[in-house]
């Protein structure tokens, strides 16, 4: 089974680790915590996600929603490129910038 990781590297950053897909999202209990948590903003280091399909870009993107309604602000580096890919179809590119 595909693996999926969320490590709190500092006080506002989070690194990614797997996959981020329909398969590995099923237990996000752990970052429900570190969303609750942040501050005024809060980065996802996606260096090491390895692949991302439509449900791990719906899950950005209500992680964004969640956060932004709590005032905090959420940035994403080191995007994979499937994740740009599936960013600029879905015409969604502009909400995390």
Same mark, same amino acid.
């Given at each position: 089974m595909p693996n =999926?990781? %969320?490590n709190k590297v500092g006080e506002d950053s989070i690194s990614v680790t797997g996959e981020l897909t329909r398969d590995t999202l099923v237990n996000e209990?752990?970052?429900n915590q570190l969303l609750e948590n942040a501050q005024s903003v =809060?980065? %996802?280091d996606l260096c090491e996600v390895s692949r991302v399909d439509t449900a791990g870009l719906a899950w950005?993107?209500?992680s964004l929603g969640?956060?932004?309604?709590?005032?905090?602000r959420l940035?994403?580096?080191?995007?994979?490129e499937?994740?740009?890919n599936l960013m600029e179809l879905g015409q969604v590119t502009n909400l995390f910038e």
């Amino acid at each position: 089974m595909p693996n =999926l990781q %969320f490590n709190k590297v500092g006080e506002d950053s989070i690194s990614v680790t797997g996959e981020l897909t329909r398969d590995t999202l099923v237990n996000e209990s752990f970052l429900n915590q570190l969303l609750e948590n942040a501050q005024s903003v =809060l980065y %996802f280091d996606l260096c090491e996600v390895s692949r991302v399909d439509t449900a791990g870009l719906a899950w950005l993107i209500h992680s964004l929603g969640k956060l932004k309604r709590q005032g905090v602000r959420l940035e994403l580096k080191n995007r994979p490129e499937q994740l740009q890919n599936l960013m600029e179809l879905g015409q969604v590119t502009n909400l995390f910038e």
